[in-house]
């Protein structure tokens, strides 16, 4: 299990398995009556991190974000954000994710996100046995 | 367009005072306003604990970078239209170049460099200091959702 990063205690992220819930507060809005697209971008790009840093076998491997892009679907109100990332694929040196973001209805997406991740291993493929 | 509000000093003050007082989440990141031209802002977020994301080294997340972002290209739409219009993020995507410094602030830039009636595209780069040297590169488009 990975601990959060202060950041995420920032957004005050919670941790159900597999889903993070952003529990509305005023601190996360964007415009009257609506949530910041950065607070909801920050709530995906950490679920993506923490979902590939427990997939990865190697404790000492780093991982540094490549890119993300999101699309914004719906307005986030003034509601608990939740999302769920899903690996597409893991290699020794990318994880490609995508992440899916949503409010009360778990099928009404607000937003959906992709994100490239480098995963940095302290042994170099090339070492490995086999 | 010669009743643009944001064509003297005073007007754009208000402007970016009432831009910046609606937007906790900005306060919340502690970013402020650093200049703007006619179609482009630029906006900076100070180094802070609360945004790191990885305690070791105290680099800061870059979610943190991608909100700075999102702003200072939201601001870049309502400076190119002079005006406070509603508008929406359609999409954003950031590339990460390299991590921030650690006790660094980030500078974000954002153009609008084509406005239609209804979606406005933008581009822009975070920095910690020195523009040639970008921490990431952003390219998005926003709605406007004003429009008929």
Same mark, same amino acid.
């Given at each position: 299990?990975?601990?959060?990063?202060?950041?995420?205690?920032?957004?005050?992220?919670? =941790?159900?398995?597999?889903?993070?819930?952003?529990?509305?507060?005023?601190?996360?809005?964007?415009?009257?009556?609506?949530?910041?697209?950065?607070?909801?971008?920050?709530?995906?790009?950490?679920?993506?991190?923490?979902?590939? /840093?427990?997939?990865?076998?190697?404790?000492?491997?780093?991982?540094?974000?490549?890119?993300?892009?999101?699309?914004?679907?719906?307005? #986030?109100?003034?509601?608990?954000?939740?999302?769920?990332?899903?690996?597409? /694929?893991? #290699? =020794? =040196?990318?994880?490609?994710? /995508?992440?899916?973001?949503?409010?009360?209805?778990?099928? /009404?997406?607000?937003?959906?996100?992709?994100?490239?991740?480098?995963?940095?291993? @302290?042994?170099?493929?090339?070492?490995? @046995?086999? | 367009?010669?009743?643009?509000?944001?064509?003297?000093?005073?007007?754009?003050?208000?402007? &970016?005072?009432?831009?910046?007082?609606? &937007?906790?989440?900005?306060?919340?990141?502690? $970013?402020?306003? %650093?200049?703007?031209?006619?179609?482009?802002?630029?906006?900076? !977020?100070?180094?802070?604990?609360?945004?790191?994301?990885?305690?070791?080294?105290?680099? $800061?997340?870059?979610? +943190?970078?991608?909100?700075?972002?999102?702003?200072?290209?939201?601001?870049? &739409?309502?400076?190119?239209?002079?005006?406070?219009?509603?508008?929406?993020?359609?999409?954003?995507?950031?590339?990460?170049?390299?991590?921030?410094?650690?006790?660094?602030? %980030? &500078?974000?830039?954002?153009?609008?460099?084509? !406005?239609?009636?209804? *979606?406005?595209? %933008?581009?822009?780069?975070?920095?910690?200091?020195?523009?040639?040297?970008? $921490?990431?590169? *952003? +390219?998005?488009?926003?709605?406007?959702?004003?429009?008929?």
């Amino acid at each position: 299990m990975t601990t959060m990063p202060p950041y995420a205690s920032m957004l005050g992220l919670v =941790r159900s398995g597999a889903t993070f819930t952003m529990p509305f507060s005023s601190h996360l809005i964007g415009s009257p009556g609506r949530l910041h697209g950065g607070a909801v971008a920050g709530l995906m790009e950490i679920a993506a991190n923490v979902l590939v /840093r427990d997939a990865v076998d190697e404790p000492e491997a780093a991982l540094k974000p490549v890119n993300v892009t999101v699309d914004y679907l719906r307005e #986030g109100t003034m509601e608990d954000t939740h999302a769920e990332a899903f690996i597409m /694929r893991i #290699g =020794r =040196r990318v994880a490609n994710v /995508r992440v899916e973001a949503w409010q009360g209805d778990r099928k /009404r997406l607000i937003a959906a996100a992709r994100l490239n991740l480098l995963i940095v291993r @302290p042994t170099p493929a090339a070492e490995l @046995p086999g | 367009m010669n009743e643009r509000l944001l064509d003297d000093t005073g007007r754009m003050q208000r402007f &970016v005072d009432r831009f910046m007082s609606a &937007v906790p989440h900005l306060q919340a990141l502690g $970013i402020g306003y %650093v200049q703007s031209g006619s179609n482009w802002a630029e906006l900076r !977020m100070p180094y802070a604990s609360q945004l790191v994301a990885y305690p070791e080294t105290g680099v $800061i997340a870059s979610g +943190a970078i991608f909100s700075l972002m999102d702003s200072a290209a939201g601001f870049s &739409v309502f400076v190119t239209m002079g005006r406070f219009e509603p508008h929406a993020t359609l999409d954003l995507r950031c590339d990460y170049l390299r991590p921030a410094r650690p006790g660094e602030a %980030v &500078v974000g830039r954002a153009e609008c460099y084509k !406005m239609t009636k209804r *979606v406005a595209f %933008v581009r822009g780069i975070a920095h910690d200091g020195d523009p040639e040297h970008p $921490i990431a590169h *952003v +390219a998005g488009t926003f709605m406007l959702t004003g429009a008929k």
